[in-house]
């Protein structure tokens, strides 16, 4: 499955828990995600945004990153890695909602 991550652009970590995990076709076909997507490997977490900027932790979050590990990158043919998407956070919660653990 992957992790959908709705993060802050700052240079603290993402929050514990992602915000829902879906099947990487429901990501291709609810958010839109396609290979071009493409952030960065698995090998880090990435960092968002001006990493230097001290108010950045107290403004909302800005972007919606997608987490497709190994497995489920081998199964479809596609590179492990931080998926950017297009989609803002708000849209993203509401496509994502029915797909959140309870």
């Excluded at 990487?24 to 968002?48: A, E, I, M, W």
């Excluded at 997608?66 to 993203?92: C, M, V």
Aim: hydrophobic content about 30%; aromatic content about 10%.
């Amino acid at each position: 499955m992957a992790k959908v991550w709705i993060v802050k652009e700052s240079s603290g970590s993402t929050t514990p828990e992602p915000w829902c995990e879906m099947a990487l076709s429901d990501c291709c076909q609810k958010l839109g995600l396609t290979q071009s997507d493409f952030h960065r490997d698995l090998v880090k977490t990435p960092n968002f945004g001006n990493t230097n900027d001290p108010l950045a932790a107290y403004r909302d979050p800005q972007i919606v990153e997608i987490q497709i590990d190994y497995t489920e990158a081998e199964q479809h043919e596609w590179k492990p890695g931080f998926y950017r998407s297009k989609l803002s956070p708000n849209e993203a919660g509401q496509i994502c909602a029915p797909f959140r653990k309870k």
